[in-house]
T-cell receptor
Framework: GQNIDQPTEMTATEGAIVQINCTYQ??????LFWYQQHAGEAPTFLSY????GLEEKGRFSSFLSRSKGYSYLLLKELQMKDSASYLC?????????????FGTGTKLQVIP | GAGVSQSPSNKVTEKGKDVELRCDPI?????LYWYRQSLGQGLEFLIY????????KSGLPSDRFSAERTGGSVSTLTIQRTQQEDSAVYLC???????????????FGSGTRLTVV
């Protein structure tokens, strides 16, 4: 099975930078995703990492270290609309299928 | 269609009744997934369809749950003899083939909020 850990909640100030960490334990690793989910809405895809290193996409960046089973999502120039839950999800080969397992999410509150 | 469409958006049912939830994925997406999310919880994997391959049913919590995907497009998730613990938001997602396009994420529908009373 897979084990994915993220902090439950975080608070950060508008305009600041915040880093949301995710650690995982899995066999057959085949990629890590980050999703954003606003309250009462469906998750939306933010980023994908399969190789070690940093992927940058505008204000959002995602980092992966496969050897450490570790990823982080970096949000820069925080805006109030960034208040949401951020879900780390790991894809792995399991029983002949590629399965994506989600963490329980980190609820980020951006304050003025 | 332009996005993943789920119906109904809300469903209230009595304990013991059967329910059917529908998902219409993005045209051309070969992969379709069902997850459920209880209040304040993460997404729990239920079932995964990929093209014409046998589905991965390993996440279905009991034999009261079943799903089918007709013609490689629309999917129906059926819950028989519903129980109160089945109350959750049921989310459907689709994607291009993860084998061909591994860096593509899922596109989720808006979900069906199921309440069993």
């Amino acid at each position: 099975g897979q084990n994915i850990d993220q902090p439950t909640e975080m608070t950060a100030t508008e305009g600041a930078i915040v880093q949301i960490n995710c650690t995982y334990q899995t066999s057959g690793f085949n990629g890590l995703f980050w999703y954003q989910q606003h309250a009462g809405e469906a998750p939306t895809f933010l980023s994908y990492n399969v190789l070690d290193g940093l992927e940058e996409k505008g204000r959002f960046s995602s980092f992966l270290s496969r050897s450490k089973g570790y990823s982080y999502l970096l949000l820069k120039e925080l805006q109030m609309k960034d208040s949401a839950s951020y879900l780390c999800a790991v894809r792995a080969f399991s029983g002949g299928y590629q399965k994506v397992t989600f963490g329980t999410g980190t609820k980020l509150q951006v304050i003025p | 269609g332009a996005g993943v469409s789920q119906s109904p958006s809300n469903k209230v049912t009595e304990k013991g009744k059967d329910v059917e939830l529908r998902c219409d994925p993005i045209s051309g997406h070969t992969a379709l997934y069902w997850y459920r999310q209880s209040l304040g919880q993460g997404l729990e994997f239920l079932i995964y369809f990929q093209g014409n391959s046998a589905p991965d049913k390993s996440g279905l919590p009991s034999d009261r749950f079943s799903a089918e995907r007709t013609g490689g497009s629309v999917s129906t998730l059926t819950i028989q003899r519903t129980q109160q613990e089945d109350s959750a938001v049921y989310l459907c997602a689709s994607s291009a083939s993860p084998q061909k396009y591994p860096n593509y994420g899922y596109t989720f529908g808006s979900g069906t909020r199921l309440t069993v009373v």
